[in-house]
């Protein structure tokens, strides 16, 4: 073989010979780990006709631990395609048999084979036909150990969207163990749908390995902990399968089956039966707690909407991106699982699941108001003559007084979380209302005046950074990064306006803002709060706000006009509403505090003894941060067509502390070498 050693080949084909002879020796882990780390793109080619076939002669007899025996495996196969790899495996009942056994390492060989096929439609049809593989694979995912069923739901997810009858010549992004891979599916023929779907004995494993109401299938005996396990994983798999192709899941396909496991009439199908007769929610609160997780990603599994340009006096009608949300709401799920968190008084509400399960409601409130703010803006409380908005920025205020109460609580994240993700306009829809109406309001009524900014917590000025921000998604990723891929659905330019009058309403109230966030943006010992006060003039320097309308014929119904702003704006203020983020920076009260922090040399603390380490990597962190701040104000400064004596002031100063660089011309790269320990 070329650039191997030799004898180190020799080596291991004379080890594998001596473990066929007698099974008692024990095998080599240092000779074939030494061995799998010498196999590279170059030289694995020349060895796979001749030796990989021996290797699988070995591990079908071995009687001890064969993990490094399937790691040089599973590096020959690597290089393979679908058809490939299985001309050496041979048998559909060899991958059933890896399957079935006990060992991890071995599943995930199997499954690795399996989900070379997601690369074309004709062999993810191949496997289709292989039904005795098929039923394994299914109960090796609800059954098995976490590392092979998480393999096993990529390689389920990736042979299903492959072979979807839209599948046919799109891109496919299919995510393999966490690295993105891109196929060119040829046309999907539905085989993989019909074997899960319309197998009758594969598509009964749903129901009988989850159902807690059945305790064996054939010799298999089953636990209520392995159950519960296996229900957990079913609710895994459903909102990606639902994001292909939601109908499946909700159609009957042999009412025989579904009957006997609960569903019947018009809720038969197998997302039926998991969300209302599967999971024990009353008796099981760790299981409810999971249940609301995947009625959260259930939500995400829909495309995503136009955007929200007119108000909606009702509720949006049924579209098929919206199939997840109508379903919850049909069954009502959406409802009891809103409560938690809406009204968790209710007598229809466990005071003990209540404080469990609030911060989960409140994470699936989260992703209902990104992903649904037309619905969210006409929906009504059940029980009640609010509107869904008014409860939750009622709750909302609630808990930011609770919190401000209790420091030693730190901050509700949950809270803080649902807060950034309520569409910006929903946030001031108390200033849209009748002259009785708006009489009674002030800004104090409204949750984000409750939020500290003299804090250490970072979660609170982060949230102000994603509220303040404007229209930009990117700017709620970054302030609660999460693995959906949704993004705020609402207009641009109407969140936009709402931004900067809710920017303009806080900063009025709160003259010494500035005051603080640089006060926190300096105390490098507290590194997060630093970064996120910079986090936080980072959003405002790159805020693209826009105007309210002038008056109410402009409105929309959407925001306030300019006059009720006013009307919120403290009488002795003398503040000035800027247009933009740039501009927010070069009025008072940031002008005189913001700016010269910006274009000060950064802290370093290389005078201090024992100073490098944790503290000079926190300097570190933290003027890469204040510079990347300081080149936005230095870019937003080049679209600034103001050209006052105090506008090129500023720029004259931006201009030197940018060629300045992090860390300005003291001291030189040595006198900062302690800085670079990250």
Same mark, same amino acid.
């Given at each position: 073989?070329?650039?191997?050693?030799?004898?180190?080949?020799?080596?291991?084909?004379?080890?594998?010979?001596?473990?066929?002879?007698?099974?008692?020796?024990?095998?080599?882990?240092?000779?074939?780990?030494k061995?799998?780390?010498?196999?590279?793109?170059?030289?694995?080619?020349h060895?796979?006709?001749?030796?990989?076939? +021996?290797?699988?002669?070995?591990?079908?007899?071995?009687?001890?631990?064969?993990?490094?025996? =399937?790691?040089v495996?599973?590096?020959?196969?690597?290089?393979?395609?679908?058809?490939?790899?299985?001309?050496?495996? *041979?048998?559909?009942?060899?991958?059933?048999?890896?399957?079935?056994?006990?060992?991890?390492?071995?599943?995930?060989?199997?499954?690795?084979?399996?989900?070379?096929?997601?690369?074309?439609?004709?062999?993810?049809?191949?496997?289709?036909? #292989? *039904?005795e593989?098929?039923?394994?694979?299914?109960t090796?995912?609800?059954?098995?150990?976490? $590392?092979?069923?998480?393999?096993?739901?990529?390689?389920?997810?990736?042979?299903?969207?492959?072979?979807?009858?839209?599948?046919?010549?799109?891109?496919?992004?299919?995510?393999?163990g966490?690295?993105? $891979?891109?196929y060119?599916?040829?046309?999907?023929?539905?085989?993989?749908?019909?074997?899960?779907f319309?197998?009758?004995?594969?598509?009964?494993?749903?129901?009988?390995?989850?159902?807690?109401?059945?305790?064996?299938?054939?010799?298999?005996?089953m636990?209520k902990?392995?159950?519960?396990?296996?229900?957990s994983?079913?609710?895994?798999?459903?909102?990606?399968?639902?994001?292909?192709?939601?109908?499946?899941?909700?159609?009957?396909?042999?009412?025989?089956?579904?009957?006997?496991y609960?569903?019947?009439?018009?809720?038969?199908?197998?997302?039926?039966?998991?969300?209302?007769? #599967? =999971?024990?929610?009353?008796?099981? =609160?760790?299981?409810?707690?999971?249940?609301?997780?995947?009625?959260?990603?259930?939500?995400?599994?829909?495309?995503?909407?136009?955007?929200?340009?007119?108000?909606?006096?009702?509720?949006?009608?049924?579209?098929?991106?919206?199939?997840?949300?109508?379903?919850?709401?049909s069954?009502?799920?959406?409802?009891?699982?809103?409560?938690?968190?809406?009204?968790?008084d209710?007598?229809?509400?466990?005071?003990?699941?209540?404080?469990?399960?609030s911060?989960?409601?409140?994470?699936?409130?989260?992703?209902?108001? +990104?992903?649904?703010?037309?619905?969210?803006?006409?929906?009504? =409380?059940?029980?009640?003559? $609010?509107?869904?908005?008014?409860?939750?920025?009622?709750?909302?205020?609630?808990?930011?007084?609770?919190?401000?109460?209790?420091?030693?609580?730190?901050?509700?994240?949950?809270?803080?979380?649902?807060?950034?993700?309520?569409?910006?306009?929903?946030l001031?829809?108390?200033?849209?209302?009748?002259?009785?109406?708006?009489?009674?309001?002030t800004?104090?009524?409204?949750?984000?005046?409750?939020?500290?900014?003299?804090?250490?917590?970072?979660?609170?000025?982060?949230?102000?950074?994603?509220?303040?921000?404007?229209?930009?998604?990117?700017?709620?990723?970054? #302030?609660?990064?999460?693995?959906?891929?949704?993004?705020?659905?609402?207009?641009?330019?109407?969140?936009?306006?709402?931004?900067?009058?809710?920017?303009?309403?806080?900063?009025?109230?709160?003259?010494?803002?500035?005051?603080?966030l640089?006060?926190?943006?300096?105390?490098?010992?507290?590194?997060?709060?630093?970064?996120?006060?910079?986090?936080?003039?980072?959003?405002i320097?790159?805020?693209?706000?826009?105007?309210?309308?002038?008056?109410?014929h402009?409105?929309?119904g959407?925001?306030?006009?300019?006059?009720?702003?006013?009307?919120?704006?403290?009488p002795?203020?003398?503040?000035?509403?800027?247009?933009?983020?740039?501009?927010?920076?070069?009025?008072?009260?940031?002008?005189?505090?913001?700016?010269?922090?910006?274009? +000060?040399?950064?802290?370093?603390?290389?005078?201090?003894?024992?100073g490098?380490?944790?503290?000079?990597?926190?300097?570190?962190?933290?003027?890469?941060?204040?510079?990347?701040?300081?080149?936005?104000?230095?870019?937003?400064?080049?679209?600034?067509?103001e050209?006052?004596?105090?506008?090129?002031?500023?720029?004259?100063?931006?201009?030197?502390?940018?060629?300045?660089?992090?860390?300005?011309?003291?001291?030189?790269?040595?006198?900062?070498?302690?800085?670079?320990?990250?």
């Amino acid at each position: 073989m070329a650039d191997q050693p030799p004898s180190l080949l020799a080596d291991v084909k004379e080890h594998l010979q001596n473990l066929n002879n007698d099974s008692t020796i024990p095998l080599d882990d240092r000779l074939l780990e030494k061995f799998q780390t010498q196999l590279t793109g170059e030289n694995v080619g020349h060895l796979i006709p001749g030796f990989l076939p +021996s290797l699988l002669d070995t591990l079908s007899t071995l009687k001890q631990n064969p993990d490094p025996l =399937v790691a040089v495996i599973q590096r020959l196969f690597e290089p393979l395609s679908f058809i490939d790899a299985f001309n050496y495996v *041979k048998e559909p009942a060899t991958l059933a048999e890896a399957l079935r056994s006990p060992v991890s390492s071995v599943n995930v060989l199997a499954v690795t084979i399996l989900h070379k096929a997601s690369g074309s439609g004709s062999d993810a049809a191949i496997v289709a036909g #292989m *039904k005795e593989v098929m039923r394994e694979l299914v109960t090796a995912y609800l059954l098995h150990e976490t $590392e092979a069923s998480v393999q096993i739901a990529s390689t389920l997810e990736a042979l299903l969207k492959t072979d979807h009858k839209r599948s046919v010549s799109e891109g496919l992004d299919v995510d393999i163990g966490g690295v993105s $891979e891109s196929y060119q599916s040829s046309p999907g023929q539905g085989l993989m749908w019909r074997r899960l779907f319309g197998d009758k004995d594969i598509y009964r494993l749903f129901y009988a390995l989850t159902s807690l109401n059945t305790k064996e299938l054939g010799d298999l005996e089953m636990s209520k902990k392995q159950k519960t396990v296996a229900q957990s994983r079913l609710l895994a798999m459903i909102p990606p399968i639902a994001k292909i192709d939601i109908a499946p899941l909700l159609s009957s396909h042999f009412p025989d089956v579904e009957n006997s496991y609960g569903a019947a009439g018009g809720q038969s199908g197998l997302l039926d039966y998991a969300t209302l007769h #599967m =999971v024990d929610t009353k008796d099981d =609160v760790l299981m409810h707690m999971t249940f609301i997780d995947f009625l959260t990603e259930l939500l995400k599994a829909t495309p995503a909407q136009p955007p929200l340009s007119s108000p909606l006096p009702t509720l949006p009608k049924s579209t098929p991106e919206s199939a997840p949300l109508d379903f919850v709401i049909s069954r009502g799920i959406h409802a009891r699982t809103s409560n938690f968190y809406l009204n968790p008084d209710s007598p229809s509400v466990d005071p003990l699941d209540a404080s469990f399960l609030s911060s989960r409601s409140a994470h699936y409130l989260a992703t209902y108001a +990104s992903l649904y703010p037309h619905h969210l803006l006409a929906a009504r =409380v059940p029980d009640g003559e $609010e509107t869904v908005v008014q409860r939750l920025l009622k709750r909302l205020r609630q808990a930011m007084e609770k919190s401000t109460h209790s420091h030693a609580q730190g901050p509700p994240a949950h809270d803080l979380h649902l807060l950034a993700s309520i569409p910006r306009s929903a946030l001031l829809s108390s200033l849209i209302a009748s002259p009785e109406q708006n009489a009674r309001f002030t800004w104090q009524d409204n949750p984000i005046s409750r939020i500290p900014y003299r804090v250490t917590h970072e979660d609170y000025l982060k949230t102000l950074g994603a509220i303040f921000h404007g229209s930009d998604s990117v700017a709620r990723e970054i #302030m609660f990064p999460s693995s959906s891929n949704s993004a705020d659905q609402a207009d641009p330019d109407v969140e936009s306006a709402a931004a900067r009058a809710i920017y303009i309403l806080y900063i009025d109230h709160n003259p010494d803002f500035f005051w603080a966030l640089v006060r926190s943006a300096e105390t490098i010992a507290l590194k997060e709060t630093a970064l996120a006060a910079l986090a936080l003039l980072t959003a405002i320097i790159t805020a693209k706000w826009a105007p309210l309308p002038s008056s109410s014929h402009d409105s929309d119904g959407l925001l306030p006009t300019n006059e009720q702003l006013m009307s919120q704006i403290l009488p002795a203020a003398r503040f000035s509403m800027p247009s933009t983020g740039v501009e927010a920076l070069l009025l008072p009260p940031a002008l005189d505090t913001v700016i010269p922090y910006l274009c +000060s040399p950064p802290q370093t603390f290389t005078n201090l003894v024992g100073g490098r380490g944790d503290v000079e990597s926190a300097a570190y962190k933290v003027a890469i941060a204040k510079y990347d701040a300081l080149k936005r104000l230095h870019e937003g400064l080049k679209e600034h067509g103001e050209s006052s004596s105090v506008v090129q002031a500023v720029k004259r100063n931006v201009n030197l502390a940018v060629g300045r660089g992090p860390w300005g011309n003291e001291g030189g790269i040595g006198g900062h070498i302690g800085t670079l320990e990250l």
